[in-house]
């Protein structure tokens, strides 16, 4: 694909990470990328946005929703113009700016590790309701290992666990959908109606504010969908799987979550959750499952897990794009006989444990920091999405063939969704427990650019050196 740019630069960037093994199939990419997107936060509840939002919830996660239905226009057309594994930092380097791609990359990469170290240590919590003598070191050594083994292995090995991982989740999301409508709807049960959505202060019982506000926890439930460009550098066909797995994903996310709060608001009042039990717990109990918590302490340490392995698959290729381009160790884009980058895995592997251990002694003070960071750092990356596709949009408009569009004609679905990210970061600020984002992450973008500043002057030296040397 790189020859439809016409520009050297681009063919010399897009060439850096040839190596890697096409391996995914359709079905394994739709489920990598709801595996990356759905993590325990829905199963346990979005406390955080019913309590800002009340039953108005369901519309914070709508705009949610439209905003990520934006994203996936925006990274559909580039990344089937160019399915590579650096994907969106990639195409910020070569759109935007070579600071863009360094700092997407980084902060990205930064935000997994965080992710990765949280979720792991949540693995071993859940393994406590079954095993409540064993250590929690076990657990995670367990899983860390048993995880790192199966992406080294190969890209079909990490996509066949995951697609089995994801299809737990999807199919307890499913049963809970069936199982909720019937209560509210009182089909094969005692009718609960739609009292909860109006009472306990109405439907928008803080107002319109709340429901603003309630978006910026509902983006980040959507976090994890640009999952399906990092797997594009090693996906069969990416010209036909790739379009095909970015509707499917979104338009199941988009149901799941509006479809699980709407279900959620419904049946749990407004004001209890996140009080106590999963609402996914509440209502397995009312319809009289079995050992309804046990099957859900299962279902969120699958999901756990799922996370974890789709979180090391994220870092490895982002650290293995950043040292092809020059910006990491060289040994760090090497590729293993069956085309993994088992140097960049155990790498970022190891940043996972660093994290583990900055999560036992410095929680109150720096690993609150790097969450915040990490918050940010998503956010930061889908803003960028919308700036690099701007750019793209306007320099493709030149090639001779142009490039498959899902976005409608003109800039104006990303300026819409880089505006609406803008303002859910700004809104971070009155949201509880998220103001941390704003406070660590903006030092975190200054620090990353004076990193990118001092590798680009030790860069030009090296050049100068070397080019006097060849004279």
């Given at each position: 694909?790189?020859?439809?740019?016409?520009?050297?630069?681009h063919?010399?960037i897009?060439?850096?990470?040839?190596?890697?093994?096409?391996?995914l199939?359709?079905?394994?990419?739709?489920?990598?990328?709801?595996?990356?997107?759905?993590?325990?936060?829905?199963?346990?509840?979005?406390a955080?946005s019913?309590?800002?939002?009340?039953?108005?919830?369901?519309?914070?996660?709508?705009v949610?929703?439209?905003?990520?239905?934006?994203?996936m226009?925006?990274?559909?057309?580039?990344?089937?113009?160019?399915?590579?594994a650096?994907s969106?930092?990639?195409?910020a380097?070569?759109y935007?700016?070579?600071?863009?791609?360094?700092?997407?990359?980084?902060?990205?990469w930064?935000?997994?590790?965080?992710?990765?170290?949280?979720?792991?240590?949540?693995a071993?919590?859940y393994?406590?309701?079954?095993?409540p003598?064993?250590?929690?070191w076990?657990?995670?050594?367990?899983?860390?290992?048993?995880?790192?083994?199966v992406?080294a292995?190969?890209?079909?090995?990490?996509?066949?666990?995951?697609?089995?991982?994801s299809?737990?989740?999807?199919?307890?999301?499913?049963?809970?959908?069936?199982?909720?409508?019937?209560?509210?709807?009182?089909?094969?049960?005692p009718?609960?109606?739609?009292?909860?959505?109006t009472?306990?202060?109405?439907f928008?019982p803080n107002g319109w504010?709340?429901?603003?506000?309630?978006?910026?926890?509902?983006?980040?439930?959507?976090?994890?969908?640009?999952?399906?460009?990092?797997?594009?550098?090693?996906?069969?066909?990416?010209?036909?799987?790739?379009?095909?797995?970015l509707?499917?994903?979104?338009?199941?996310?988009g149901?799941?979550?509006?479809?699980g709060?709407?279900?959620?608001?419904?049946?749990?009042?407004?004001?209890?959750?996140?009080?106590?039990e999963?609402?996914?717990?509440?209502?397995?109990?009312?319809?009289?499952?079995?050992?309804?918590?046990?099957?859900?302490?299962?279902?969120v340490?699958?999901?756990?897990l799922?996370s974890?392995?789709?979180?090391?698959?994220l870092?490895?290729r982002?650290l293995?794009?950043?040292?092809?381009?020059?910006?990491?160790?060289?040994?760090?884009?090497?590729?293993?006989?069956?085309?993994t980058?088992?140097a960049?895995?155990?790498?970022?592997?190891?940043?996972m444990?660093?994290?583990?251990?900055v999560?036992?002694?410095?929680?109150?003070?720096a690993?609150v920091?790097?969450?915040?960071?990490?918050f940010?750092?998503?956010?930061?990356?889908?803003?960028?999405?919308?700036?690099?596709?701007?750019?793209?949009?306007?320099?493709?408009?030149e090639?001779?063939?142009p490039?498959?569009?899902?976005?409608?004609?003109?800039p104006w679905s990303?300026v819409?969704?880089?505006?609406?990210?803008?303002?859910?970061?700004?809104?971070?600020w009155?949201?509880?427990?998220l103001?941390?984002?704003?406070?660590a992450?903006?030092?975190?973008?200054?620090?990353?650019?004076l990193?990118y500043?001092?590798?680009?002057k030790?860069?030009?030296?090296k050049?100068s050196?070397g080019?006097?040397?060849?004279g």
């Amino acid at each position: 694909m790189a020859e439809t740019t016409g520009t050297d630069t681009h063919k010399e960037i897009l060439s850096r990470e040839a190596g890697l093994h096409r391996n995914l199939t359709p079905r394994q990419l739709s489920m990598i990328a709801i595996g990356g997107a759905i993590g325990t936060g829905l199963f346990l509840g979005s406390a955080i946005s019913v309590k800002l939002a009340g039953p108005g919830v369901i519309f914070s996660y709508l705009v949610a929703a439209a905003i990520a239905l934006c994203l996936m226009w925006a990274l559909g057309e580039m990344t089937v113009a160019h399915p590579v594994a650096g994907s969106f930092g990639v195409y910020a380097e070569m759109y935007v700016h070579p600071w863009a791609g360094f700092a997407m990359r980084y902060s990205y990469w930064l935000a997994q590790v965080i992710a990765t170290g949280s979720e792991v240590v949540a693995a071993s919590i859940y393994c406590k309701h079954w095993f409540p003598n064993v250590p929690s070191w076990m657990w995670i050594a367990g899983f860390s290992a048993a995880l790192v083994y199966v992406n080294a292995r190969s890209v079909a090995s990490f996509g066949e666990f995951e697609y089995w991982f994801s299809m737990v989740k999807v199919l307890t999301i499913a049963v809970f959908l069936i199982l909720g409508a019937a209560l509210l709807l009182g089909l094969g049960f005692p009718r609960i109606g739609i009292a909860n959505y109006t009472a306990h202060g109405g439907f928008l019982p803080n107002g319109w504010p709340g429901v603003g506000l309630g978006v910026a926890m509902a983006i980040f439930s959507f976090l994890g969908l640009e999952i399906v460009a990092v797997t594009s550098g090693e996906a069969k066909d990416p010209t036909t799987a790739l379009p095909r797995a970015l509707r499917w994903t979104l338009g199941r996310m988009g149901l799941f979550y509006v479809g699980g709060l709407a279900i959620v608001v419904g049946i749990v009042p407004w004001n209890e959750v996140g009080l106590g039990e999963s609402p996914f717990v509440r209502v397995f109990e009312t319809v009289g499952i079995p050992a309804a918590a046990g099957v859900m302490n299962f279902v969120v340490l699958t999901a756990a897990l799922s996370s974890v392995n789709c979180n090391l698959y994220l870092m490895a290729r982002m650290l293995f794009s950043l040292s092809r381009g020059g910006y990491a160790p060289a040994p760090l884009g090497r590729l293993s006989g069956r085309g993994t980058p088992v140097a960049a895995l155990l790498v970022s592997s190891a940043g996972m444990v660093a994290a583990l251990f900055v999560d036992h002694w410095l929680h109150a003070k720096a690993y609150v920091y790097m969450v915040g960071s990490a918050f940010l750092g998503g956010i930061f990356v889908w803003q960028m999405i919308f700036v690099t596709h701007l750019a793209f949009r306007r320099r493709s408009a030149e090639w001779a063939k142009p490039p498959m569009r899902f976005a409608p004609r003109g800039p104006w679905s990303s300026v819409l969704g880089l505006t609406g990210l803008t303002a859910v970061l700004i809104s971070t600020w009155w949201v509880p427990g998220l103001r941390i984002t704003l406070i660590a992450g903006v030092p975190w973008l200054v620090f990353i650019s004076l990193c990118y500043l001092v590798w680009r002057k030790v860069r030009s030296h090296k050049v100068s050196d070397g080019a006097l040397q060849n004279g």
